[in-house]
C-alpha cells in the first residue's frame, strides 16, 4: 500500500526524521487556516500517489492569504497523471540551498536491502540513473546486521553530498533505514532530502510503501486504508471478502480457486476475448458470497459478458446456482451470464438453473466453450470491439 506524501512524512516523524511543520486541507479556507497556522511562505502540494506532482503544478509556494487560496483552489481537483486531487498537503516552506535524493528498497536479486544516495535529486532518479548512473551512490546492506553508522558514512560519502550537510544526513539516513525495516515498508524514498540554506538536513518529500504482508502486526495501518482512494470494485470486493482485481477488458470473471480463476483468464485470452477481472470465490463459496461476486462485477462499466467458471470441490454447484438466482433477483445484471458448472454436486445445480435459462442465462459444460460464448456475446455486445 503507497502512502500520501503527508502520510508518509507522518511516518517518517514517528522515527525521528526531520520534515517541515504543515496540515492537511481538503479546501481552499483549510488550505487559509493551515497556511497561518505554520507561517508563510507555504508550500501547498497535491496530495497524489504518483510522483511528479511538481512538474504537474502540483506543488505551488504561497507568500499570503490570498496567495494561498489560488493556489489550493487551482490544485484541488486537478488530474494529475489520471489522478484527481482531493487533498492538500500545506507546508512552510523551505529555503533550498541543495536538493539530494536518499531511499532504501529490497533488491530481490541480491536478496539485500539497497540503500541509494545522491546529490542529485529533485528530477527523476530514474533519469539521473539513465543520465548519470555514477552519481548514485549504492550499498547493498545485510538485513541481520542493518545499516550501520559506517555504512551510511560511506553512502553519503560515495554520492558526494557537502561537507555541512554530511553528518545530518548519516542521522537522516539510518532514521530512515529504521523507519524502512521497523516500519515494515518495501520503499521509502525521499526526493528530495534538502540542505538548507541555513545549515539544516531534511525531507522535503515523502514516499512510502508499506509491507501489505506485514499489515496484521500494524493495526494503526487502518487509517492508511481508509484514505485509499481505491478502486470502488476492489473496495467493495474486500467488505464482501472477496479476492477481486480490477482489469480492463470486457468479460467479468468469476471462479472459485485463485488457480481456476488464473486458468480463466489465459482461456478467455486465448479464445481472443480479455478479462474485466480476476474474481476468485474461495471454496465453499455460499449463494451469499456468489450474489456478491455478481454484484461487484455488475458495478463495472466495461463489462459485456460475465463467464461464471465453478468447479466445484468444496464449492458445491447447487449453492452456486442458488447464488446466481439470488443475484438475478437482487440486481439487474447488466450483462449476461455464461456458466460452467461442474465437480461436486454439478448434476444439482444445472437443475435449480434448468427453468432459468435464457440470452442472459447460458449454461456451457466445458470450460473453453464456455470462454468462448462469454467472448463472443461481449463482441457482439461492444459492436465487434473487445
Ligand atoms: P514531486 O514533484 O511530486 O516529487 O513533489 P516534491 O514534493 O518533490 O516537490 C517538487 C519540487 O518542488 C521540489 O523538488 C522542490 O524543488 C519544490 N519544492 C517543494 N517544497 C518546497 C519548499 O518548501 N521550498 C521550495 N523553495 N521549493 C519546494
Ligand atoms: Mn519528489
Not at 123 to 135: F, G, S, T
Amino acid at each position: 500500500m503507497d502512502l500520501f506524501e503527508y502520510q508518509g512524512k507522518q511516518y517518517f516523524a514517528r522515527f525521528g526524521i526531520p520534515t517541515s511543520p504543515g496540515g492537511i486541507a481538503d479546501t481552499p479556507e483549510e488550505a487559509v487556516a493551515r497556511a497561518s497556522e505554520v507561517g508563510y511562505p507555504v508550500v501547498v502540494k497535491a496530495q497524489v500517489k504518483v510522483g511528479g506532482r511538481g512538474k504537474a503544478g502540483g506543488v505551488r509556494l504561497a507568500n499570503d492569504k490570498q496567495e494561498t487560496r489560488s493556489a489550493a483552489e487551482a490544485i484541488l481537483g486537478m488530474n494529475i497523471k489520471g489522478h484527481l486531487v482531493r487533498r492538500l498537503w500545506i507546508e512552510h516552506a523551505s529555503d533550498i540551498a541543495k536538493e539530494y535524493y536518499a531511499s532504501f528498497t529490497l533488491d530481490r536479486t541480491a536478496k539485500l536491502h539497497l540503500g541509494m544516495v545522491s546529490a542529485k535529486g529533485g528530477v527523476e532518479i530514474e533519469q539521473v540513473a539513465a543520465e548519470d548512473p555514477r552519481a548514485i551512490a549504492r550499498l547493498h546492506i545485510n538485513p541481520v546486521e542493518g545499516l550501520t553508522e559506517e555504512g551510511a558514512r560511506k553512502l553519503v560519502e560515495e554520492a558526494s553530498l557537502d561537507e555541512e550537510a554530511k553528518d545530518q544526513a548519516v542521522a537522516v539516513l539510518q532514521a530512515l533505514y529504521r523507519c524502512f525495516v521497523e516500519g515494515d515498508a518495501d520503499l521509502v524514498e525521499v526526493n528530495p532530502l534538502i540542505l538548507t540554506v541555513d545549515g539544516r538536513v531534511h525531507a522535503l518529500d515523502a514516499k512510502v510503501t508499506l509491507d501489505d504482508n506485514a499489515a496484521y502486526r500494524h493495526p494503526e495501518w487502518e487509517e492508511y486504508r481508509a484514505t485509499e482512494l481505491e478502486d470502488e470494485r476492489e473496495k467493495l470486493a474486500r467488505e464482501k471478502g472477496l479476492n477481486y482485481i480490477g482489469l480492463d477488458g470486457s468479460t467479468g470473471i468469476i471462479a472459485n480457486g485463485a488457480g481456476l480463476a488464473m486458468s480463466t483468464l489465459d482461456v478467455v485470452n486465448q479464445v481472443g476475448g480479455s478479462a474485466a477481472n480476476f474474481l476468485d470465490i474461495g471454496g465453499g463459496a455460499s449463494a451469499d458470497v456468489m450474489a456478491a461476486a455478481l454484484e461487484v462485477i455488475n458495478t463495472d462499466e466495461r463489462v459485456r459478458s460475465i463467464l461464471v467458471n465453478i468447479f466445484g470441490g468444496i464449492t458445491r454447484c447447487d449453492e452456486v446456482a442458488r447464488g446466481i438466482l439470488d443475484a438475478l433477483g437482487r440486481v439487474e445484471l447488466k450483462a449476461p451470464i455464461v456458466l460452467r458448472l461442474d465437480g461436486t454436486n454439478a448434476e444439482e445445480g444445472r437443475a435449480i438453473l434448468a427453468d432459468h435459462l435464457s440470452e442472459r442465462l447460458i449454461q456451457e459444460t466445458t470450460m473453453l466453450s464456455a470462454a468462448r460464448k462469454a467472448v463472443e456475446m461481449a463482441a457482439q455486445a461492444s459492436g465487434g470491439a473487445r
